[in-house]
Structure formats: structure tokens, C-alpha cells
């Protein structure tokens, strides 16, 4: 069992910033990749970005240039810091993790969320 508990979330004026942070413990082998996604009301769960075991970063066009996600690997936990936030960011923002067993089977692992709300 593996747990994820994001923080960070809050309200902010917009050209503000933020950092959230996600946090993984539990029965933990090893982290194949975790992600930030957010769901705006109304729409679909999206994706923001991305971070490998190697490092390797992507970011969808929404976020790009104004997001950036980094990930500190001893403590199993994955930051992203928003900049510029626009009040179309407003979105429960949740994180998520593939966890393997050194095998052939990932398994994913969803956080509750936290709410990010831009608003004047």
C-alpha cells in the first residue's frame, strides 16, 4: 500500500506563485514516475507534468513555461512550483505515482488533491 498526501494548495492573486509538494510513503520498491494533474470544475482530470527516475521532465502547454516540476528522490517526494498563475488554473491539483516491484507490473497511486484557487 502506498500512500500520497499533497500540500501546498491554496488562494492566490493572479501573478502569484505557488509550490506544491507530494509526498509518497508506505510500501514503496521503487518510483517509476510521478505526475501532477489538475481538474478544473466542469472538465476533465489533465494532465500538468511529469517527472521520471532519471530526471526526465515534460510538461503540457497549459503549464509550460510557467510550471516547473522537480522531484527530490530520498524523500519519495515531487514539487511543483507555479508561476503566474492565471485564474483559469483554478483546479483541484492531485498527484500520482507508478510504483514498481522490480518487475514487470507498475502500479498507479492517486493523492486526494489540493485545491489551487486564483482569484482577485
Known amino acids: 500500500q502506498v500512500q500520497l498526501v499533497e500540500s501546498g494548495g491554496g488562494l492566490v492573486q493572479p501573478g502569484g506563485s505557488l509550490r506544491l509538494s507530494c509526498a509518497a510513503s508506505?510500501?514503496?520498491?521503487?518510483?517509476?514516475?510521478m505526475g501532477w494533474y489538475g481538474q478544473a470544475p466542469g472538465k476533465e482530470r489533465e494532465l500538468v507534468a511529469t517527472?521520471?527516475?532519471?530526471?526526465?521532465?515534460n510538461y503540457t502547454d497549459s503549464g509550460k513555461g510557467r510550471f516547473s516540476i522537480s522531484r527530490d528522490s530520498a524523500k519519495n517526494t515531487v514539487y511543483l512550483q507555479m508561476n503566474s498563475l492565471k485564474p483559469e488554473d483554478t483546479a483541484v491539483y492531485s498527484c500520482n505515482a507508478l510504483v514498481g516491484d522490480y518487475g514487470p507490473l507498475e502500479y498507479d497511486y492517486w493523492g486526494q488533491g489540493t485545491q489551487v484557487t486564483v482569484s482577485s
Open positions: 508506505g510500501r514503496i520498491f521503487v518510483i517509476n514516475a
Open positions: 517527472i521520471t527516475s532519471d530526471g526526465s521532465t
